[in-house]
């Protein structure tokens, strides 16, 4: 503990205090409202606070962990050690031609409204996805048969290092539900979408019919991490899930949910422990039943408790 009090008082000579928390519980930012404490939380205010706050996690030899919107993101009970970034504050959209360029911090949704706003076509899929930009980029995010590689150009990102590069979505090596972003220890600061010019009620259109499909298949009314599971190859996890009669399965406080199967939601103050613990349940019913290893498609990060 004195130890961490001495990093928070050198890292807050650095950078402005308002971006500096220490002991942050982060069940505060996470869609499942699960999640232990940050020893040190950090919103950088811009680019340069961002490149001090890496510069001395490399002094300090600290684990740095990006936390975006936390919204595919499971942290365990224990939290986690070192400091984590969120970069909420770079949230600028701004429209080049038949581009869109975002900053990482953004939420991918208001991305695809400032596509609609400007009648540009390609990021209807996007309208209901709730991350930001750079978690988006990081598990090339996709629904209803879009997802990010069909519209990114280039990202710019710090390496580990602190170096700017921009990378073609080629680097970055897209495919479904990865990329090599957290390979690479990259962290995103901004994507250039490239769209295509539409008129603004088809537009509308086709994101109204994508909000009605997912308001009244996923169960939005409790916190949860999203979709579960990868698809895995000739099937469809929440089917088979659903056939395993594993609908509305409890461990404590978190439950498969009884409107779609690929969700678990938290229904009643669930501990992340509770949560994997049925993560590894399904995995394993569906497993011993129809011999298929199902995939998490949300990240689990922290230390238990």
Known sequence: MHNLLERYRQLRELISESSLKCDEMLKQHTYTRMGGKADLYVTPANYEELQLVLSFARTHQLPLTILGFGSNLIVKDGGIRGIVVNLNHFNAI?????????????????????????????????????????????????????????????????????????????????????????????????????????????????????????????????????????????????????????????????????????????????????YIALIRHVQQTVNERFGVQLETEVRIIGEDE
């Open 94 to 274: 701004i429209r080049e031609s038949d581009t869109l360029i975002a900053q990482s911090g953004a939420a991918i949704i208001d991305v695809s409204r400032s596509a609609l706003t400007h009648h540009l076509s390609g990021l209807e899929f996007a309208c209901g996805i709730p991350g930001s930009v750079g978690g988006a980029l990081y598990m090339n995010a996709g629904a209803y048969g879009g997802e990010i590689a069909d519209v990114l150009v280039s990202a710019l990102v710090f390496t580990p290092e602190g170096e700017l590069l921009r990378l073609t979505k080629e680097q970055l090596e897209l495919s479904y539900r990865h990329s090599n972003i957290g390979t690479n220890g990259y962290i995103v600061l901004e994507a250039t979408f490239q769209l295509v010019p539409a008129e603004h009620d088809t537009i509308k259109a086709k994101m109204d019919e994508l909000t009605e499909q997912r308001e009244s298949k996923q169960p939005l009314e409790y916190p949860s991490c999203g979709s579960v599971f990868k698809r895995p190859p000739g099937y469809f996890a929440g089917k088979l899930i659903q056939d395993c009669a594993l609908q509305g399965v409890q461990i404590g406080g978190a439950q498969v949910s009884t409107k779609h199967a690929g969700f678990i939601v938290n229904v009643q103050d669930a501990t992340a422990s509770e």
